[in-house]
């Protein structure tokens, strides 16, 4: 609750700067300034402090519990996982140190490739469904998906919204349907990719689907009791 007003004070002061700024002067403000341009010009010194500190808490709060969670998969869910299964908690620590920094200067990287932060945004939402959808929500629904198809399935979403991001950036064609296509066309490869990972892998045995779906459809229960 306390952090409403954070979020709710950037958004008025795009709308508002929205219609304000028509009506007050003709100049151009590029748009990943507008809210800066906005809050300068038509707020108090104190409203414009209290702005910067919403946008900066927002970003700061993101950026920590992304670069966190990306060491965390990189350690717990590849390097524990496939590397070292017997690693010892000081190697534990150091990979962990290591795959933050790591996080950091990627995260650099990426900041750096954008001029505007919607850009950004756009490729983060198509990496999410391309590579996201698929594999939840088959793991929920179709008793023979295995953990080769989730994985190939989030890999081909994935990197097919990436290479189709790099093509674009470098001004090369492509040989797909552009935009909001390009979803469908990532789509179906990533559901593709599912469904033949999780046909040439072993099946999942009895146990562990009764056990999943079991558990699942007492959750579904419980909420609908609730």
């Known amino acids: 609750v306390i952090f409403i007003p954070l979020y709710i004070l950037p958004m008025i002061a795009g709308i508002s700067g929205k219609v304000w700024l028509p009506l007050q002067t003709s100049e151009t403000v590029p748009v990943d300034q507008f809210v800066a341009w906005t809050a300068k010009n038509m707020f ?20 920590s519990t992304t670069i ?20 010892s908690p000081k190697q534990v620590i150091t990979i962990s140190r290591l795959a933050t920094i790591l996080m950091g200067l990627l995260a650099f990287i990426f900041a750096t490739t954008f001029d505007v932060i919607l850009d950004a945004l756009y490729l983060a939402f198509n990496v999410a469904f ?4 698929v594999p939840v929500i088959g793991a929920f629904y179709w008793k023979r998906a295995t953990a080769r198809g989730a994985t190939w399935s989030a890999l081909a979403g994935t990197i097919f919204v990436l290479f189709d991001f790099i093509l674009l950036k470098v001004g090369k064609p492509i040989p797909w349907p552009d935009s909001a296509y390009g979803l469908v066309t990532a789509f179906l490869l990533s559901l593709a990719a599912f469904v033949i990972g999780s046909l040439t892998s072993v099946r999942p045995t009895d146990e562990k689907t009764k056990y999943f779906f079991k558990h699942k459809s007492s959750n579904d229960s419980v909420e609908i009791d609730e």
Do not use: C, E, R
Request: net charge positive; charged share 5%.
């Open 44 to 63: 108090s010194p104190f409203l414009s402090a209290f702005l910067f500190v919403a946008i900066v808490a927002a970003i700061m709060s993101t950026l």
């Open 130 to 133: 391309a590579g996201m959808f």
């Open 68 to 87: 966190n969670s990306g060491a965390l998969n990189i350690t717990k869910d590849v390097y524990q996982q496939y590397v070292n299964k017997n690693a």
